[in-house]
């Protein structure tokens, strides 16, 4: 946003022209007269945003342009609020390092920088030598993120890889420690993670197909051309999507495919250098598992045998299949594993019982188990790995929405915790000047839907407070109660800041993600509905104080709420919003399409998925009713939730709506899913998002 207020606003929004197209499947058809805004050539615009059909481009720009001229009185809010929130960051941060024999591995940033330096230092402590500096790889394009970055086993290499346009096609290049130069090798077209084998004379990578998909893993030898690396595994289902990782010993690259409701992984060994994959434990549908090894035995999360909450079981390394399975932690319903991290000596398991988390770390030669836990009312806890196996260090993270981050070292054997970093919030935080508390929201159907609430201390509970509610509710996502210095920006201005755990996510088990997705998804618009309304009951907030929050699967979130209660809502906030559900789901050749029909249903060959689906989709449920402002926020190489969606959809509620609004599109042209690379550069976006809440609900300073 520029200073610079426009002489007057434009006399009328931008008009998107209606072109008539329609679909039909299962004897229904569904018209669709705003398909033009999707390029028939995406899959290159992806790659290259210049190859842009000039009329799209045209249309996209005129809504940026109004989206500035309705919202850039508050150009001066906006830099106010990046100044804020650029206060609260400690621009010289950085990891705590990570042992790994005779180095510790961190990232840090230097004052002013926008991108990551990754670097390291003897273990024993001294000089730090940086390897990668981002932020003058960051000078070369307009986009710079990096993916993965991992040192080869004996220290001498790094690899890493970087995205230079957003469409999330990372490049691997291998840097030398000793030099600082990288080797000639370029892997192209990937996903960004890389797995070496023992002897670091290669590594194994998974490539993106034309359609964005993660389907095949190579090993590529260094020093040679890409086109001469061997495919070691391809996955023939267009719906799976493949990774690569190390396994927790280090011994093994783990191959692992899947849906969201299905999965099956192989295990290479990395001593070996030709050695081929082998799998663990045949696919099953409906039956997801993931592997850790120790010695000769491996130790599989899994929610085989009606485990919905997942259990823990163990099985030889030499026969992973599932009649060797044997329960070391059965299921208990209620209690969601979420995850383990397996050590030499020690099984650590991240768990969630009522939206809240806590770690459990047992012995396992005495089988002993003893639980990490914290006393506030919502918090968010989650291990953070690391790279050495033989360890009785665990590292794990901690914070509220009160309490800044802090990291400890925890020795499993003594139990003694070691506190290694505490966020600094360099314009000053005090956690007793707010309060965070959690209520509980009835459904409709009874269900009880946890919010998490943090304000000011001092608030009167009077009704008037505006309130920005945040909600996702897809994939079995939990919205942690973390500690975030942003939104404080919200907060110090007298708003309440509030997360619904919604249906859909696994915030109290992954029945509650079941009870969320495909023929049950209206679950979770009602069970924010229901949130927004018990937060006005219990006076934090009144009908129109609200502004709805929410990104990609929780943008639909947001598109399905306008539609269905416009009236609770000031202001919506979508970014990145998948709201043209149905006709994605309908589109095979999209990345995602296939890997998320599990998801939604496939209502190509599913009549009943094609009805479920019609009769949410926010694109389609567009009514001629008064609707909210709603600011949509799109980037154009995201290969996730498509450009021409929210374009779409903003299009169509221009043209339909009876009053209210106004309805905003602002297209990022040089970006993708996660918006403006560089952390103050995102500042920017998240200014604007908040400017336009501050300003849906009548705030002095955006008025």
């Given amino acids: 946003m520029t200073d610079r207020l426009p002489a007057a606003p434009p006399a009328a929004p931008p008009a998107a022209a209606r072109r008539p197209s329609s679909v039909s499947h299962h004897g229904l058809t569904v018209d669709d007269d705003y398909a033009w805004l999707k390029d028939a050539n995406w899959q290159k615009v992806l790659q290259d945003p210049t190859v842009l059909d000039p009329a799209i481009r045209a249309h996209l720009e005129a809504e940026n342009g109004y989206t500035e001229s309705v919202l850039g009185h508050t150009a001066a809010l906006q830099k106010k609020l990046v100044a804020e929130m650029r206060g609260r960051i400690k621009e010289d941060d950085s990891s705590v390092p990570a042992p790994d024999g005779p180095f510790a591995y961190f990232r840090k940033y230097r004052e002013g920088g926008q991108h990551q330096l990754i670097a390291r230092e003897p273990r024993g402590g001294g000089d730090a030598q940086i390897v990668l500096d981002g932020d003058d790889l960051a000078k070369q394009s307009e986009f710079f993120q990096f993916g993965g970055a991992r040192h080869s086993p004996d220290h001498r290499l790094e690899a890493w890889s970087a995205d230079t346009r957003g469409s ?80 927790a010993s280090g011994r093994f690259c783990v191959i692992a495919s899947g849906d969201h409701e299905t999965s099956e992984q192989r295990l290479i060994d990395l001593a070996a ?23 000769e035995e491996l130790f599989i999360l899994t929610n085989a045998d009606d485990a919905i909450d997942f259990k823990i079981a163990t099985a030889p390394l030499g026969d992973g299949a599932r009649g060797s399975w044997r329960d070391l932690i059965p299921c208990r319903p209620g209690v969601y594993v979420l995850d383990l991290e397996l050590y030499a000596d020690h099984l650590v398991r991240l768990e969630r019982r009522d ?45 509220s929405m009160t309490t800044p981050s802090e990291v400890y070292d925890y020795d499993m054997a003594s139990r003694a915790r070691t506190l290694r970093k505490r966020q600094e ?76 755990h919604i249906r859909g996510g696994a915030d109290k088990g992954w029945g509650w993600y079941l009870e969320g997705k495909r023929e049950k998804k209206t679950n979770t618009f009602d069970d924010f509905i229901a949130a927004a309304k018990a937060l006005i009951d219990e006076r934090f907030t009144s009908a129109k104080r609200i502004v709805g929050h929410g990104g990609s699967a929780g943008g639909m979130l947001m598109g399905a709420i306008a539609n269905r209660a416009p009236g609770l809502f000031a202001g919506i906030v979508a970014e990145v919003p998948f709201v043209d559900v149905l006709n994605t789901m309908l589109d095979e050749s999209l990345p995602l399409t296939p890997p998320e029909w599990p998801e939604w249903g496939n209502p190509i060959v599913d009549a009943e998925a094609f009805r479920n689906i019609l009769a949410y989709s926010p694109y389609d449920n567009v009514a001629a009713q008064d609707y909210p402002a709603i600011l949509a926020l799109a980037g154009l190489t995201d290969p996730r939730v498509t450009y021409w969606e929210p374009a779409k959809w903003i299009a169509r509620l221009r043209a339909t709506m009876t009053g209210g609004g106004p309805v905003l599109l602002r297209t990022n042209m040089g970006a993708g899913h996660g918006g403006a690379s560089g952390r103050f550069n995102r500042l920017d976006e998240v200014a604007l998002a908040y400017a336009f809440a501050l300003w849906a609900v009548g705030h002095p300073e955006a008025r």
């Fill in 168 to 247: 999330e096609f990372f490049t691997i290049r291998i840097r030398d420690w000793a030099s600082g130069a990288d080797l000639a090798d370029a892997i192209e077209e990937t996903d960004g993670s890389v797995v070496w084998t023992a002897d670091a004379s290669a590594f194994y990578y998974v490539r993106l197909d034309e359609n964005h998909r993660p389907m095949r893993v190579y090993r590529h030898r260094l020093g040679t051309a890409q086109a001469d690396d061997v495919l070691v595994y391809e996955e023939q289902d267009t719906g799976w999507f493949t990774h690569v990782h190390e396994s």
């Fill in 425 to 500: 919030v360099p314009s000053g935080h005090d956690p007793a000047h707010y309060v965070t508390t959690r209520i509980m929201a009835r459904a409709a159907d009874g269900a009880e839907v946890p919010v998490s609430i943090l304000y000011r201390a001092g608030l009167a509970r009077d009704g008037k407070a505006p309130l920005l509610l945040y909600g996702y509710g897809s994939y079995g996502h939990a919205m942690p109660a973390s500690f975030s210095t942003n939104r404080l920006s919200l907060v110090d201005r007298g708003f309440v800041y509030a997360i619904a």
């Fill in 355 to 399: 939206a809240l988390p806590s770690i459990v770390i047992r012995d396992l030669d005495s089988g002993e188990e003893h639980a990490i836990a914290f006393d506030e009312a919502a918090y968010s806890l989650d291990t953070m790995g690391g790279y050495e196996f033989d360890t009785t260090t665990l590292r794990f993270a901690y914070s």
């Fill in 273 to 295: 250098p030709d050695a081929s994959p082998r799998l663990v434990a045949a696919r099953q549908s409906g039956v997801q598992y993931s592997v850790a090894d120790r010695g």
